[in-house]
C-alpha cells in the first residue's frame, strides 16, 4: 500500500470516540443514485445515516433526477453508508448505483451538508 495515501493521527474515529490503534485510511465515495430518490426525502436520510458514523461531506439532488453522494472518512464507514444508500428511505426506489472510491489523504469537508 502507497504510504502517501495513510493519514497519520490518534487513530480516533472522527466524532464516535473509537480509537482503533492504528493510522486511519481517509477514503473519499462518490455515489450517483437513480430511481425515485427525489421528493421522497432522500437526502435527509443520508444526512441522518451519515452523521453518527462520522461521515463528512454533502448529498444534493441533480438535474437528471439522480441524487450524488460525496463522503470521506474511514472505508468501515463508508461501506455502511453505501449500503444504507443502496436501500434508501421507505419512500424512495433505488434502481442504479454508480459508484466511485479514491483515496483522500486528508479530509475536504468538515460537516455532511445538504445540497
Known sequence: MDSSRIQEGSGEVRGLGISSGA??????????????VQGVGFR?????????????????????GSVEVVAEGDGAAL???????RQGPGTARVTKVERD??????????????G
Open 23 to 36: 493510522s486511519t485510511v481517509f477514503q473519499r465515495l462518490t455515489l450517483r443514485i437513480a430511481g425515485r
Open 79 to 85: 461501506d455502511r453508508l453505501e449500503g444504507l444508500c
Open 101 to 114: 472510491v479514491e483515496s483522500a489523504p486528508q479530509r475536504s469537508f468538515d460537516s455532511f451538508d445538504i
Open 44 to 64: 435527509w436520510f443520508v444526512h441522518r445515516q451519515a452523521q453518527p458514523l462520522g461521515v463528512t461531506g454533502y448529498v444534493r439532488n441533480c438535474a437528471d
